[in-house]
């Protein structure tokens, strides 16, 4: 056979290529895209990095994306949380008032919102303990299991020279959970302000048993066996100075009386 037959053979056994009516090639023909991920709507965008700014300890930008994002929805509790975690974060509790106040009037059965407002009214700049502990009540009516809220309640009851009511709260977080050294620290110094250093020792030595470098468990440990050093002194004196007074007290009187 000669060549051009050749060719004209194997041209035939070709797939001829697919055409599109007008002449095109058939869009059918060629191999799919990749369909295109939407983006999400930018009130996302704005939270997303909102939410990875404040993880990120960047306050002052998880502020600002916080604003963005109550900019496209003002209604939207998320940013309004996240933007009074940034505030309080930043020092300024004064303005960490108004988004949790509102937050908690848009959702009244978010623990986190009430929280943060108890949290508010702690600061500082506002030291407003008994509104604190109205939220911080009601945060853990929503959420009894917090061991945030029952922190924060604490908190405000000691503030309030409540201390017997602010162990209780923490002998509650304690009980749901018995591993947190933070609560046992919390407890350690609740005892040492009632001057019970019995107790306050063993909720030292608790939270030193589950981490021996914890520097709050450490600088109470240091404060309680200071002052049990200051008891040991006092008593002894006492047992020095007391019956020395008695007897020269006795001795003066005897002396009057020999003289007479």
Not at 77 to 94: H, I
Not at 145 to 158: E, G, I, M, Y
Request: glycine share 4%; aromatic share 6%.
């Amino acid at each position: 056979m000669n060549l051009p037959l050749c060719l004209l053979v194997a041209g035939l056994w070709q797939a001829p290529a697919a055409s599109a009516p007008d002449g095109g090639v058939d869009a059918s023909s060629q191999s799919p895209a990749d369909p295109e991920v939407p983006a999400p709507p930018p009130i996302e965008q704005a939270l997303r990095q909102c939410r990875e700014a404040l993880r990120a300890g960047l306050f002052e930008r998880a502020l600002s994306e916080c604003n963005a994002a109550l900019r496209l929805d003002p209604n939207r509790v998320e940013a309004m949380l996240t933007k009074t975690r940034a505030l309080l974060a930043l020092g300024d509790g004064r303005s960490a008032l108004a988004p949790a106040r509102m937050a908690t009037s848009l959702a009244p059965d978010s623990a986190e919102a009430f929280l943060l407002l108890g949290q508010a009214y702690l600061h500082d700049l506002n030291q407003d303990y008994p509104r604190a502990e109205e939220a911080l009540r009601k945060a853990a009516e929503l959420d009894p299991v917090s061991r945030d809220v029952r922190l924060a309640l604490a908190k405000a009851l000691s503030f309030q020279k409540r201390v017997e009511e602010a162990i209780a709260e923490l002998r509650l977080a304690h009980e749901r959970h018995p591993d947190d050294t933070a609560v046992m620290v919390k407890l350690a110094e609740s005892y040492y302000v009632l001057r019970k250093l019995d107790l306050a020792e063993r909720y030292i030595q608790e939270a030193l048993e589950k981490n021996p470098a914890d520097p709050d468990a450490l600088r109470v440990q240091e404060q309680v066996r200071s002052r049990q050093s200051y008891n040991f002194w006092v008593i002894l004196l006492a047992a020095i100075i007391i019956p020395s007074l008695w007897f020269g007290i006795r001795w003066l009187k005897r002396g009057r009386v020999v003289k007479e």
